[in-house]
């Protein structure tokens, strides 16, 4: 079993940059793919971007294409996810997840998943 816990969410205004953090217990990340995703009210979730189990390749989606970037310590069983240039559409909870098929953008690829942090973005 692996546990994930999110950090680093919070209220930020627009232009601004926030930083979240994925922490694992349990089990070594080293051989998953990791991603990130968001849920707005009243939206399905959302893929926001993957990193695959070395780190060496990363994807996005467009709406997040050159502001987000993700990134993993896998001595630390941790993975970042930089949020630069903050729109009030970014606001959504922000959850990891944990996968061992490799980098997907499906929510059912993924085996481990975060209870979420909130982010929340203002004009």
């Known amino acids: 079993q692996v546990q994930l816990v999110e950090s680093g969410g919070g209220l930020v205004q627009a232009g601004g940059s926030l930083r979240l953090s994925c922490a694992a217990s349990?089990?070594?990340?080293?051989?998953?793919?990791l991603g990130w995703f968001r849920q707005a009210p009243g939206k399905e979730r959302e893929f926001v971007g993957a990193?695959?189990?070395?780190?060496?390749?990363?994807y996005y989606a467009d709406s997040v294409k050159g502001r987000f970037t993700i990134s993993r310590d896998n001595a630390k069983n941790t993975v970042y996810l930089q949020m630069n240039s903050l729109k009030p559409e970014d606001t959504a909870v922000y959850s990891c997840?944990?996968?061992?098929?490799?980098?997907?953008?499906?929510?059912?690829?993924?085996?481990?998943w975060g209870q979420g942090t909130q982010v929340t973005v203002s004009s």
């Open positions: 997840a944990a996968g061992v098929s490799g980098p997907a953008t499906e929510v059912s690829k993924y085996d481990y």
């Open positions: 349990g089990r070594t990340l080293r051989w998953y793919a």
């Open positions: 990193v695959n189990w070395s780190g060496s390749s990363t």
